[in-house]
Nanobody, 126 residues
Framework: QVQLEESGGGLVQPGGSLRLSCATSGFTLDYAGVGWFRQAPGKEREGISCITGSYGATVYADSVKGRFTISKDNAKNTISLHMDSLRPEDTAVYYC???????????????????WGQGTQVTVSS
């Protein structure tokens, strides 16, 4: 059975850092596309960062570029997101996602990913 489980969310002050982790099981992570997405209340779910494609290309949304870092550990079946210089507008529910289909490129948008975690709340506030 496929399972993705996020952890590491919580309350952090502006300018602070947070590390999110996603434990996966039930599928092979090695060549799967993976990504982190977030959704604020009343807003659409948006792609934050993805590792996708046959060559492991990494992409970031403009809003987080230079502040967030995505990584994948195939041996531990985990996906991580390191967040630095957090801002109040980063407040959202953060989701990890994956899709095992091997393709050359995968757009970092929600409909391209079939497996999803339940989400973890990140609140940036003083």
């Amino acid at each position: 059975q496929v399972q993705l489980e996020e952890s590491g969310g919580g309350l952090v002050q502006p300018g602070g850092s947070l590390r999110l982790s996603c434990a996966t099981s039930g599928f092979t992570l090695d060549y799967a596309g993976v990504g982190w997405f977030r959704q604020a209340p009343g807003k659409e779910r948006e792609g934050i960062s993805c590792i996708t494609g046959s060559y492991g290309a990494t992409v970031y949304a403009d809003s987080v570029k230079g502040r967030f870092t995505i990584s994948k550990d195939n041996a531990k079946n985990t996906i991580s997101l390191h967040m630095d210089s957090l801002r109040p507008e980063d407040t959202a529910v953060y989701y990890c996602a994956a899709d095992p289909t091997e393709i050359l490129f995968r757009e970092c948008v929600p409909h391209e990913y079939g497996y999803w975690g339940q989400g973890t709340q990140v609140t940036v506030s003083s």
